[in-house]
């Protein structure tokens, strides 16, 4: 959490600085191209080819930050307050060690090298102990944590087995949501107003599973409803990478033109909602599987069927899984 929230933070206190940072940028892009002793003439020279376009694929070397990305890792130290862990990274340590931030040489074009050098910039401009401290306030009292699959830890049958442990999960959340401190490398941070969110299915287990402090601490509940065949229709017609796109996409690849018609998206929708009645509700996912069946012939020929157009209607869907989705003993072997 506090990651993301330094990295919001830079990116917004990037925007004060970027005036000056692009200026910074264009000069150093100048001293690359021309060299540091070059006279003011050459300079403004180049300075108006660089603006005009002229250089931009002309390649060049700069000095960047370097970010320590695939250096040597940071290593972990148990037994820190508030029961969490400490980390310290080894190569902040070397960077501090070394009096200054450490450089690497790349080798780019003019016209790819003004992202890197206007944020080097801008981190230049910056102090870095600010970025941090409004990084900490933000996380602190903007923060949001959501917990997924909450159901899998809530105990079921008494406290034996497996159940043990599930409720040692709980207890060890218990002073993260009711509020306490963690130590982070970037120093303590309070979790008394960050907003915790926790979702789970809840086919087999019950909320009232929960340990009852826990539940105490999650005060507001809302239920969601299943999806619906409507609900399935969109998600395969309205989502920006649906998987009728990207199985049309795939297709396309081998030279094949495939198209749905709207009575086979209908279809698929249906089988879909009737498999999770029938089997288990596994919600959106069912519809990966039921694509999945309903293609396997056509991905499994598409290199033979090149330069070929397959329309994909309800007839076809209800051919390729309608008699498995009404048999309940072979619909069982459907993801």
């Given at each position: 959490l506090v990651e993301v929230a330094i990295g919001l933070t830079r990116e917004k206190m990037r925007e004060d600085v970027k005036a000056r940072a692009q200026v910074n940028a264009e000069e150093r892009v100048l001293e690359a191209l021309v060299g540091k002793t070059a006279s003011p003439a050459t300079r403004d020279s180049f300075r108006k080819r660089l603006r005009d376009g002229?250089?931009?694929?002309?390649?060049?070397?700069?000095e960047v930050a370097d970010t320590g990305a695939g250096g040597m890792p940071g290593f972990?130290?148990?037994?820190?307050?508030?029961?969490?862990?400490?980390?310290?990274?080894?190569?902040?340590?070397?960077?501090?060690?070394?009096?200054?931030?450490?450089?690497?040489?790349?080798?780019?074009?003019?016209?790819?090298?003004?992202a890197l050098l206007v944020n080097d910039e801008s981190d230049k401009l910056l102090d870095q102990d600010e970025v941090?401290?409004?990084?900490?306030?933000?996380?602190?009292?903007?923060?949001?944590?959501?917990?997924?699959?909450?159901?899998?830890?809530a105990s079921r049958e008494g406290g034996i087995g497996a159940g043990v442990s599930r409720e040692g999960v709980q207890r060890d959340l218990l002073p993260l949501v009711e509020g306490t401190t963690v130590a982070t490398k970037?120093?303590?941070?309070?979790?008394?107003?960050?907003?915790?969110?926790?979702s789970g299915a809840f086919h087999v287990s019950k909320p009232s599973d929960l340990l009852p402090e826990l539940q105490g601490r999650l005060p507001i509940r809302v239920e969601l409803r299943a999806l619906e065949k409507?609900?399935?229709?969109?998600i395969?017609?309205?989502?920006?990478?649906?998987?009728?796109?990207q199985y049309v996409a795939l297709m396309k690849t081998e030279g094949v033109e495939l198209t749905f018609t709207d009575d086979a998206i209908d279809s698929l929708a249906g089988i879909a909602v009737d498999?999770?009645?029938?089997?288990?509700?596994?919600?959106?996912?069912?519809?990966?599987?039921?694509?999945?069946?309903?293609?396997?012939?056509?991905s499994y020929d598409a290199p033979d069927r090149n330069g070929t157009a397959v329309t994909i209607d309800a007839a076809y869907v209800q051919k390729h899984v309608g008699d498995l989705s009404r048999n309940t003993d072979l619909s069982r072997f459907i993801l």
């Open positions: 002229e250089l931009d694929d002309k390649e060049i070397e700069i972990e130290i148990p037994g820190m307050p508030g029961a969490n862990i400490g980390v310290l990274n080894i190569n902040d340590m070397l960077s501090k060690a070394m009096g200054g931030r450490r450089t690497k040489a790349r080798k780019t074009t003019v016209r790819d090298s003004y941090v401290r409004r990084a900490l306030e933000s996380a602190e009292n903007d923060g949001i944590v959501f917990i997924d699959e909450i159901d899998k830890i970037y120093g303590p941070i309070k979790t008394d107003h960050i907003l915790f969110i926790a409507e609900d399935f229709v969109r395969l017609t309205e989502t920006e990478a649906s998987l009728i796109k498999l999770n009645a029938s089997v288990e509700n596994i919600g959106a996912r069912r519809l990966q599987t039921v694509m999945e069946r309903v293609l396997d012939e056509i």
